[in-house]
C-alpha cells in the first residue's frame, strides 16, 4: 500500500518559510490519478486543507492559505513539497501528507512557530 512521510524542522521563526517534503513510497506522484495533499491540525483544532497537487503538476490552494502557499514536486524522487511563506504562531500545527481519496496519510509533523 501507499506510504507517506513528512520531514523538515519542527521549529521555525515568525516570517520564516515553512517547508515540508511528504515521500511518497509504492505510489507513483506522477502517474496516479490522484491528488497529494497537505492538511494541517492547529493545536485542538479540527483538520485544514492546505492543498494539493495533481498527477500533471496541477496545484490548488485553500483560499485562505492561497497568497502565502506553494506546493512543488520532485518527480525523480517521487516527493512532493509544501513552502508556506511569512509563518506565524498561528501556523503552529502538526502538517500531514496524504492521498485523501483513499485514505492514505503520513503520521504528520508537529511544526512550531515560535521566536
Known amino acids: 500500500q501507499v506510504q507517506l512521510q513528512e520531514s523538515g524542522p519542527g521549529l521555525i521563526k515568525p516570517s520564516q518559510t515553512l517547508s515540508l517534503t511528504c515521500s511518497v513510497s509504492?505510489?507513483?506522484?506522477?502517474?496516479?490519478?490522484?491528488?497529494w495533499t497537505w492538511i494541517r491540525q492547529h493545536p485542538g483544532k479540527g483538520l485544514e486543507w492546505v492543498g494539493s497537487i495533481a498527477k500533471d503538476g496541477y496545484t490548488r490552494y485553500s483560499p485562505s492559505l492561497k497568497s502565502r502557499t506553494s506546493i512543488s514536486r520532485d518527480t525523480s524522487k517521487n516527493q512532493f513539497s509544501l513552502h508556506l511563506s511569512s509563518v506565524t504562531p498561528e501556523d503552529t500545527a502538526v502538517y500531514y501528507c496524504a492521498r485523501i481519496v483513499d485514505d492514505y496519510w503520513g503520521k504528520g509533523t508537529l511544526v512550531t512557530v515560535s521566536s
Open positions: 509504492r505510489g507513483s506522484i506522477t502517474t496516479s490519478d490522484y491528488s
